[in-house]
């Protein structure tokens, strides 16, 4: 199991009642983490209309996971 | 330089951090909060970023500028908070030699940081609803 720090932005935010939390996770990538905390708390976005970020920096849906790691995914960006 | 404020942008003060003598032209936008949208009343917005990512990828959006384009400085800064009516929501200023390089970056500049830049947008509507925009799917949820 990893610790890992999950920041919620947007949509997400509203939906997870949170704009972060820790946890504990067998998710081996980020993808596997949306999964798992769509599955758990009923996201409506589907993780093709997202993006994954880890430790600050865009990263693919397979980036492995560590210890510590800082999780965040992007709804769709509406700047401007 | 790309920055999330949460404070009033200041244009002025934006642009004079611009200032080279080597340019020719200066080219800014200003992006204002509109009260329509998709053809529905808006009376406010709230922008909220996710800043670290935000400031590195609005970096890289303006180092590309300045690749791909002959300018001298170029800046953003993108407001976060409650705006109302009106309020300045992202000003983009490009300074070059010339002009067409200015205009050119400036458009590249701010077309890209919508596309790019985690920054999301809850519209506040007439009849009392409100909704996070999103462009991709073209409605509000």
């Avoid at chain 2, 993108?78 to 992202?90: I, K, Y």
Wanted: with cysteine; glycine share 8%; aromatic share 8%.
């Amino acid at each position: 199991m990893k610790r890992l720090r999950v920041q919620y932005f947007a949509i997400l935010r509203e939906q997870r009642g949170l704009d972060e939390e820790a946890l504990l996770t067998g998710a081996a990538t980020a993808g596997q983490l949306y999964d798992e905390l769509r599955a758990l708390h009923g996201f409506s976005l589907p993780r093709d209309r997202l993006r994954a970020a880890v430790n600050d920096e865009f990263a693919p849906w397979t980036a492995a996971l560590s210890d510590g790691d800082k999780l965040v995914f992007l709804p769709p960006v509406a700047g401007g | 330089m790309f920055s999330i404020s949460a404070k009033p942008i200041d244009p002025a003060l934006m642009a004079r951090e611009l200032a080279d003598e080597a340019a020719g032209a200066c080219v800014t936008f200003e992006g204002w909060v509109r009260n329509r949208n998709e053809g529905r009343p808006v009376l406010s917005l709230d922008y909220e970023a996710y800043a670290p990512l935000a400031e590195k990828e609005g970096a890289r959006i303006l180092e590309e500028a300045r690749a791909k384009f002959s300018v001298l400085k170029a800046a953003c800064v993108h407001r976060t908070g409650a705006l109302a009516l009106g309020d300045l929501a992202v000003w983009v200023g490009v300074v070059a030699e010339h002009r067409g390089a200015a205009f050119e970056a400036c458009r590249y500049v701010i077309d890209q940081a919508k596309m790019r830049v985690p920054i999301w947008k809850r519209e506040h509507y007439a009849d009392g609803s409100s909704g996070w925009i999103d462009v991709s799917s073209g409605t509000a949820r």
